[in-house]
């Protein structure tokens, strides 16, 4: 059984640039949840996608925003990257909403 | 006052000992509760999940939920260096499109 992968591992951006974040749900897996954690911070819900659809979103502004794939792929697009965004971003595969959520090793975003 | 709460730690326990994490959470209509065991530089890894009342035994790892107290627990018995890390308590509620809402984090040292 193949688990949570995501790509790439790390990452350097320029502020103001944008930036794509990809995510392999486990097998088996239709729903995807974005994660951003900052230093010493628990992780913070982005958005979750259930079946192509967005299914829920937490607090960050419109330019984040994501895609699911028919094979429950999905992406993360952060637009006009500021500072603040730098942190480790993780994507989380569940079986279906609200059920035990299995995480990928993360993207760590630096963003100068 | 925050939505989940943990002490941060560092929580320190000799090698063989019995480590207790606790997590308090606001939303009484939490209903699905986990925690997660993160390494320094890597992801969450799901260790438990708790849904009910009541403890729940998972080799040295138990969990403990009351509800009308708003609190869930973990103990870790026999605890090892290798249990040296963050644990991160993770709430639910359904009709939040599948966010799980994360304290900070207690961090855990186990000494030989």
């Known amino acids: 059984e193949t688990g949570v992968t995501q790509s790439p591992t790390h990452l350097i951006k320029t502020r103001g640039q944008q930036v794509t974040l990809r995510c392999s749900s486990q097998?088996?897996?239709?729903?995807v949840s974005w994660y951003q954690q900052a230093l010493g911070q628990g992780p913070q819900f982005i958005f979750q996608y259930y079946r192509e659809e967005e299914n829920g979103r937490g607090n960050f502004p419109p330019r984040f925003s994501g895609l699911q794939f028919p094979n429950y792929s999905s992406e993360l697009n952060v637009n006009a990257l500021e500072l603040d965004d730098s942190a480790l971003y993780l994507c989380a595969s569940s079986l279906v909403p609200n059920t035990e959520a299995f995480f990928g090793q993360g993207t760590r975003l630096t963003v100068v | 006052q925050k939505e989940v709460e943990q002490n941060s730690g560092p929580l320190s326990v000799p090698e063989g000992a019995i480590a207790s994490l606790n997590c308090t959470y606001s939303d009484r209509g939490s209903q699905s509760f986990f925690w997660y065991r993160q390494y320094s530089g890597k992801s969450p890894e799901l260790i438990m999940s708790i849904y009910s009342n009541g403890d729940k035994e998972d080799g040295r790892f138990t969990a403990q939920l009351n509800k009308a107290s708003q609190y869930v627990s973990l103990l870790i018995r026999d605890s090892q260096p290798s249990d040296s890390a963050t644990y991160l308590c993770?709430?639910?509620?359904?009709?939040?499109?599948?966010?799980?809402?994360f304290g900070q984090g207690t961090e855990l040292s186990v000494k030989p």
């Open positions: 097998s088996g897996h239709n729903t």
């Open positions: 993770a709430v639910n509620r359904l009709g939040q499109g599948g966010k799980l809402i």
